[in-house]
């Protein structure tokens, strides 16, 4: 696996969107068309020293302006905070991507949840959705009115759109959100951890679609034994010691791969695997993709039998 191709952008314009949230619209310095993309995906952006990852929210059918909302969290790692108080227009910064694991599958119909900051994939999904044609609803839950963005974009585009400010509704009714669910309707949902878990613990698996910000606390029984790894496109032979991640030991050898929250669930560390059965520890993919071993998240994943694995590294 190599690194992805970096690109230099603009910073555009910058929008307050709600309180707490900016816009940034990013455009190639000459104007160039930018690499294609679909709802759901994000950019890995390089701010203040970090990688993050920022959701695309404007409108694929733009070819020379990429649209991210930023949610300015003082508790943050930092990322949001140099947005906020750093990056200004005329500015440059190196992006990559557009990467996709929260793609819109085809469906007659959607339901749409949101809380938050969660909106800005949603919001161009909800997009997609009314262009196709297809019945869809939203229910947008976040602190207060001021707070949540996109509102008037959302209510410009035709769906049936619940607004819930915590502070005036509580939080969202997700039993009557799903009440009468069709067997067709494709569940989509993103926002800060409790609603993922609370969607999750009512909503059929088959029928959901979720995207993490942050990995969730999990207790793991796991074997964390020692393996090794054939990495069969660069030659090298990685000893992964119970305390490292195939990531850590790869970067240790030499290799370049590519990396950023190193917490399985941004997908930019996704490697073929090639031989071996992986113990998949990601917050990413899917129960099938999961179970299809055809790839895994070097960063937090191991090895799950047979302590080897050959990978496309």
Same mark, same amino acid.
């Given at each position: 696996?190599?690194?992805?191709p970096?690109?230099d @952008?603009?910073?555009r314009?910058?929008?307050?969107e709600?309180?707490? =949230?900016?816009?940034v619209? &990013?455009?190639?310095?000459d104007g160039k068309?930018?690499?294609?993309?679909a709802?759901g995906?994000h950019? $890995?952006? !390089?701010?203040? +020293?970090?990688?993050?990852?920022y959701?695309l929210c404007g409108?694929?059918?733009d070819p020379?302006v990429?649209?991210?909302?930023?949610l300015n969290?003082?508790?943050?790692r930092g990322?949001? *905070?140099?947005?906020h /108080?750093?990056?200004?227009?005329?500015?440059?910064?190196?992006?990559?991507?557009? *990467?996709?694991?929260?793609?819109?599958? $085809?469906?007659p119909?959607y339901l749409f =949840?949101a809380?938050?900051?969660?909106?800005?994939?949603v919001?161009a999904?909800?997009?997609?959705?009314?262009?196709? +044609?297809?019945?869809?609803r939203?229910?947008?839950?976040? #602190? /207060? #009115?001021r707070?949540?963005a996109?509102?008037?974009?959302?209510?410009a &585009?035709?769906?049936?759109?619940t607004?819930v400010p915590q502070d005036? &509704?509580g939080?969202? $009714?997700?039993?009557a959100?799903l009440a009468g669910?069709s067997?067709?309707?494709l569940v989509?949902?993103?926002?800060p951890?409790?609603l993922?878990?609370a969607?999750?613990?009512?909503?059929?698996?088959d *029928? &959901?679609r979720?995207?993490?910000?942050?990995a969730?606390? =999990?207790?793991?029984?796991?074997d964390d034994?020692?393996?090794?790894?054939?990495?069969?496109?660069s030659?090298h032979?990685?000893?992964?010691?119970?305390?490292t991640?195939?990531?850590?030991?790869?970067?240790?050898a +030499?290799?370049t791969?590519?990396?950023?929250c190193?917490?399985?669930?941004?997908?930019s560390c996704e490697? #073929?695997?090639l031989?071996?059965?992986?113990?998949h520890?990601d917050? @990413?993919l899917?129960?099938?993709? !999961?179970?299809a071993?055809?790839s895994m998240?070097?960063?937090?994943?191991?090895?799950?039998?047979g302590?080897r694995?050959? @990978?496309?590294?």
């Amino acid at each position: 696996m190599t690194s992805e191709p970096l690109l230099d @952008l603009r910073v555009r314009r910058m929008t307050w969107e709600a309180e707490g =949230v900016l816009s940034v619209e &990013l455009a190639h310095p000459d104007g160039k068309p930018l690499p294609g993309w679909a709802p759901g995906a994000h950019l $890995d952006i !390089h701010v203040g +020293g970090q990688i993050r990852q920022y959701s695309l929210c404007g409108d694929p059918r733009d070819p020379v302006v990429y649209r991210v909302g930023v949610l300015n969290e003082p508790a943050s790692r930092g990322g949001s *905070r140099h947005v906020h /108080t750093k990056l200004r227009p005329g500015q440059h910064v190196t992006v990559s991507g557009p *990467r996709n694991h929260f793609a819109l599958e $085809d469906a007659p119909s959607y339901l749409f =949840v949101a809380g938050g900051i969660g909106i800005t994939p949603v919001l161009a999904m909800a997009r997609e959705a009314a262009r196709r +044609g297809a019945e869809w609803r939203m229910v947008y839950g976040g #602190r /207060t #009115r001021r707070s949540m963005a996109f509102t008037d974009e959302l209510n410009a &585009l035709g769906g049936d759109v619940t607004v819930v400010p915590q502070d005036e &509704l509580g939080h969202i $009714d997700l039993a009557a959100a799903l009440a009468g669910l069709s067997g067709d309707t494709l569940v989509y949902c993103c926002g800060p951890e409790p609603l993922l878990a609370a969607v999750e613990a009512v909503c059929p698996a088959d *029928r &959901l679609r979720v995207e993490r910000f942050a990995a969730p606390v =999990v207790e793991r029984g796991g074997d964390d034994a020692a393996f090794e790894v054939e990495c069969r496109t660069s030659g090298h032979t990685l000893s992964v010691g119970a305390g490292t991640s195939i990531l850590q030991a790869a970067e240790a050898a +030499g290799l370049t791969v590519n990396s950023s929250c190193q917490e399985g669930i941004c997908g930019s560390c996704e490697t #073929r695997v090639l031989e071996g059965t992986p113990d998949h520890r990601d917050f @990413l993919l899917s129960e099938a993709e !999961h179970a299809a071993n055809a790839s895994m998240m070097i960063c937090v994943s191991r090895c799950a039998s047979g302590r080897r694995l050959v @990978l496309d590294l």
